[in-house]
């Protein structure tokens, strides 16, 4: 590249601008990025992730490599064009360096290629950069190695140079980077599951593109995992349904481009024995929770074919039998995934697709494809509408036992149940209710709590398991009535967050297998009969610590983690002291469980979001389900998850 590419001595006016750019990211990253929280600190690794996936989708790359080195430092490669170092017209400088100082930049440098990354936050490169304590960049195109380095927040440390040759087949793009600790005060070391799930569901979401996740941290986990998926959602319903009993074997899968709007729709689904519906939907990549237009028109089109069908080949007995889309979502595991030019995301949490014409385009493609299906399948249509009948027939009855319920407890009223130990506040904003296993820990937590605002509810033994159980079945299970009424807010579709009694919902569990089972138990049912809850985020898990050092009767240190304790055990240098290992929290004494875990000013409490119950869902059904072989297979390739389940 020609000498005059690049000046650093002189600061034009643009130059200024640049630099003011980035500092109001740095002021005010939330607005860039959400939150510094750790979920602020993942977004990061999304927001490169999305560009190496944009030049993928784009035709050029089949290869993205994802590197964890140490707790902070992570490396994205991709095997792409690699990104333009020519001199850009409008800021002087290189096209590479302008991707990363100017903001909103990433988009506008492209060949006009469709671009589907920057959904929900969608920010740039730029951000990350100002974000990061520093970010080499190194791309390989015509035979040549160039390199540019940026430090704190995105000053150019080392200008774009050539530092080497290469094959001239080989190009790309890789990124490597370390986030400010000033900026994420919570901490910058990254999670091995958050990253391999999400790694994991890029891959399904986009057919055909190599995602390669490699953990090097000298732990446990070290490894790598290879992700490519060439069915695509095809292959995400059939893992989503791995430990389910299904109906049939074949997977439906359609996709297609409406060219007028350039929507592109897939859709992939079957059905199950089990009674809960699986349907997860996305735009450009994300996670859409609460739905939105492209989840609407699955749902009206499954429900209008479904039934046209039916009438046709005269699977009704009357003429006014008609399946409901409720009695169509039993035992349902379903992907729709949209990519859309231009998403408008609505809602108090930006979770819902809000633009209308997706509507018809999903209507159109999955409509056409269903019809035919079902025309060429002719055993596999009426499985489905046989399990919709069943379920509602079911749907009917469980109507009358839910109503028989209600006259027997009154859940609405203060008619509470006797095991809780309430707490004396009726300020429901300041009101926690730690929802505990066993009763020996039970025990510990009512002394040891804060009454005043502090409730406790024991519980015994296993809660029901929800997967088996049809929601009239529920209600007989005496724990999960307690539970109901100590909450007070309703349950299901009926929920009404004003009556809700407590705004923090605890689950508290012993740190080992069994607890975690039963933390996962809690919130799959959590997840499935009080969503708002989770939503709404009043869904906590309590962090009991694992170790305590201590030194005669002196309390030294707890350790709420392996890789805290190590740390704890470096700090100590030659000091000598003993570990004692928790192991369940009837070991601790009222007054060592309020210190460590009932506190506030003390304690960790891990805030639930809906992924995390999604998550948990999954791995529940996995572990829960009628098949014998996924559920071995998961305990053994993942035992950290059965340890550890991310939630
Ligand atoms: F932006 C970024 F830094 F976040 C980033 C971008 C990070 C990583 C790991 C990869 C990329 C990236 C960008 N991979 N591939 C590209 N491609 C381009 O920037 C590119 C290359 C050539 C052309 C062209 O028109 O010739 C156009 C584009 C957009």
């Given at each position: 590249m020609p000498d005059t590419a690049i000046k650093h001595d002189e600061y034009t006016s643009e130059d200024i601008q640049v630099l003011e750019g980035l500092e109001a990211v740095r002021k005010r990253p939330g607005m860039y990025i959400g939150t510094t929280s750790a979920a602020g600190l993942h977004h990061l690794v999304w927001e490169i992730i999305d560009n190496s996936i944009d030049e993928a989708l784009a035709g050029y790359a089949t290869k993205i490599d994802v590197s964890v080195d140490s707790d902070d430092v992570i490396t994205v490669t991709d095997d792409g064009r690699g990104m333009p170092v020519e001199i850009h017209p409008k800021t002087g400088v290189s096209t590479v360096e302008t991707i990363f100082t100017v903001l909103h930049?990433?988009?506008?440098?492209?060949?006009?290629?469709?671009?589907?990354?920057?959904?929900?936050?969608?920010?740039?490169?730029?951000?990350?950069?100002?974000?990061?304590?520093?970010?080499?960049?190194?791309?390989?195109?015509?035979?040549?190695?160039?390199?540019?380095?940026f430090v704190d927040g995105g000053k150019v440390d080392t200008p774009l140079k050539e530092i080497g040759t290469c094959d001239p087949n080989e190009t790309g793009s890789s990124v490597r980077f370390k986030a400010d600790d000033e900026i994420f005060k919570e901490g910058t070391v990254y999670n091995h599951d958050t990253l391999y799930n999400r790694i994991r569901q890029m891959a399904f979401l986009n057919k055909g593109i190599a995602l390669n996740f490699n953990w090097n941290k000298e732990d446990e986990?070290?490894?790598?995992?290879?992700?490519?998926?060439e069915g695509g959602?095809?292959?995400?319903?059939?893992?989503?349904?791995?430990?389910?009993?299904?109906?049939?074997?074949?997977?439906?899968?359609c996709d297609g481009t409406d060219k007028e709007t350039s929507i592109s729709v897939e859709v992939s689904l079957r059905y199950n024995t089990d009674y809960n519906e699986k349907t997860y939907s996305f735009c450009n990549n994300i996670f859409t929770p609460d739905g939105g237009m492209h989840l609407d028109g699955f749902r009206q089109t499954l429900s209008r074919v479904v039934n046209a069908y039916a009438k046709d080949n005269k699977l009704f007995k009357s003429d006014d039998e008609k399946l409901s889309i409720d009695d169509l979502r039993e035992g349902?595991?379903?992907?729709?995934?949209v990519k859309h030019p231009n998403p408008q995301y609505e809602g108090q949490t930006k979770g819902k697709l809000g633009n209308a014409e997706v509507k018809p385009v999903v209507n159109k493609i999955f409509g056409d494809y269903l019809k035919r299906y079902l025309l060429e399948n002719p055993d596999t249509a009426k499985i489905i509408i046989e399990k919709a009948k069943s379920a509602s027939e079911a749907r009917l009855a469980a109507q009358k036992a839910r109503e028989s319920v209600r006259r027997k407890d009154d859940f609405g009223s203060a008619n509470l149940p006797t095991k809780l130990k309430d707490c004396a506040s009726r300020d429901a904003s300041?009101?926690?209710?730690?929802?505990?296993?066993?009763?020996?820990?039970?025990?510990?937590?009512?002394?040891?709590?804060?009454?005043?605002?502090?409730?406790?509810?024991?519980?015994?033994?296993?809660?029901?398991?929800?997967?088996?159980a049809r929601l009239h079945r529920i209600f007989d299970n005496a724990e999960i009535r307690m539970m109901i009424q100590a909450f007070g807010c309703g349950f299901g579709d009926e929920i009404d967050i004003s009556k809700l009694r407590y705004h923090k919902i605890v689950i508290m569990t012993d740190a080992d297998v069994d607890g975690q089972h039963i933390a996962t138990l809690m919130l799959t049912f959590l997840y499935r009969y009080f969503k708002p809850l989770i939503?709404?985020?009043?869904?906590?898990?309590?962090?009991?610590?694992?170790?305590?050092?201590?030194?005669?009767?002196?309390?030294?240190?707890?350790?709420?983690?392996?890789?805290?304790?190590?740390?704890?055990?470096?700090?100590?240098?030659?000091?000598?002291?003993?570990?004692?290992r928790y192991k369940g929290l009837g070991e601790m004494d009222p007054s060592q469980l309020w210190e460590t875990t009932l506190d506030p000013e003390h304690r960790t409490l891990k805030r639930v979001s809906i992924q995390d119950a999604i998550d948990a869902d999954s791995v529940f059904s996995m572990l829960m389900g009628d098949e014998v072989e996924p559920r071995k297979d998961f305990i053994v390739e993942n035992a950290h998850f059965a340890k550890n389940l991310d939630i």
């Open positions: 930049a990433g988009g506008k440098f492209g060949g006009g290629a469709y671009k589907v990354s920057g959904g929900l936050h969608g920010v740039g490169a730029s951000v990350v950069n100002a974000l990061s304590k520093w970010l080499e960049v190194t791309v390989k195109k015509d035979g040549k190695v160039y390199f540019i380095k986990l070290k490894g790598t995992t290879s992700f490519l998926y959602i095809k292959e995400y319903v059939a893992f989503l349904d791995q430990a389910e009993t299904k109906l049939f074997n074949d997977i439906l899968y349902l595991t379903a992907i729709i995934s300041i009101c926690e209710i730690y929802i505990v296993e066993g009763n020996s820990a039970g025990g510990s937590a009512q002394q040891g709590r804060d009454s005043n605002f502090q409730a406790v509810l024991p519980l015994r033994g296993k809660i029901l398991n929800v997967e088996k939503e709404g985020g009043y869904v906590y898990i309590a962090m009991p610590p694992l170790y305590k050092l201590f030194k005669g009767q002196k309390t030294l240190r707890y350790c709420y983690s392996d890789d805290e304790l190590e740390l704890a055990k470096r700090d100590f240098g030659d000091e000598k002291y003993d570990v004692q």
